[in-house]
């Protein structure tokens, strides 16, 4: 029987995939930020490109990257990046 290919960074993998779905991204961020959730319009998550272009001309991608409006200011957007990294030991400066 043939074996089954090994998959690559599987965690990175499972996190992008469901963080990729608003509704999952809403529960997440009520649940962890909740001081986002009580400033943004979490119903406006819209998911963006994740791909950007440095000034060197090198690409840079991000896991997940969403913008939603702000609460007081419907003309103004925050955006911001969810990023996973798995630790095998504890970091003080990762939380």
């Known amino acids: 029987m043939p074996s089954k290919p ?3 960074q599987p965690d990175d993998r499972f996190f992008r995939h469901a963080m990729s779905k608003p509704e999952v991204a809403k529960k997440y ?7 986002i959730a009580r400033i943004t319009d979490l119903g406006s998550l819209k998911l963006e490109s994740s791909l950007s272009i ?12 969403y913008r939603c409006r702000l609460k007081k200011e419907e003309e103004q957007h ?9 630790k095998s ?7």
């Open 78 to 86: 925050l955006y911001f990046c969810l990023l996973l990294e798995h």
């Open 54 to 65: 440095q000034p060197s001309l090198r690409e840079f991608k991000a896991d997940v990257i």
């Open 89 to 95: 030991q504890p970091d003080k400066y990762v939380s």
């Open 29 to 35: 961020i009520e649940h962890f930020y909740p001081d």
């Open 6 to 8: 090994k998959i690559h």
